[in-house]
């Protein structure tokens, strides 16, 4: 679980994963129930976001990503406050969302190669992600 000591911090980490999450989701031109599902779990959990408070940071993330067509916004802030541990849960996220309805489309993917580039993961890094990846997919 990430966890930051500035509360307006957190938030600000807080709704830029929720819209890279949103914009894998939206990669294949669908949000599923299940893709929405997914990343509300991923956010509650990786942040330990209340329930009750889960569905006004998608809706603000949703209003976000309407504004901003570009990745590297939301890819910078959490460039600036992930480690890089924290890099690799995430992007195993971001992989669960893009893998929920057992369609891996070639614009989500697209997409996670653009988050990786601006978290500016070495390759040896990105290998353990993808083994990683395909090892909970088995």
Not at 62 to 75: R, Y
Not at 76 to 90: H, R
Not at 91 to 109: G, K, M, W
Not at 113 to 120: G, K, M, S
Request: aromatic share 10%; glycine share 2%.
């Amino acid at each position: 679980m990430f966890r930051l000591k500035a509360k307006k911090d957190e938030t600000k980490v807080i709704l830029n994963a929720t819209c890279l999450l949103l914009k894998v989701a939206e990669a294949d031109q669908t949000i599923t129930t299940d893709e929405i599902k997914i990343t509300k779990e991923i956010i509650s959990d990786f942040f330990d976001v209340d329930s009750d408070k889960i569905d006004l940071v998608i809706k603000n993330a949703k209003e976000a990503n309407q504004v901003s067509t570009d990745l590297f916004e939301s890819g910078s802030v959490l460039n600036d406050y992930f480690s890089i541990q924290d890099k690799i849960d995430f992007i195993l996220s971001i992989y669960e969302v893009a893998y929920i309805d057992n369609n891996f489309d070639f614009l989500e993917r697209h997409v996670i190669t653009q988050i990786l580039n601006i978290f500016n993961l070495d390759k040896n890094k990105i290998k353990k992600i993808n083994k990683q990846f395909g090892n909970k997919l088995l």
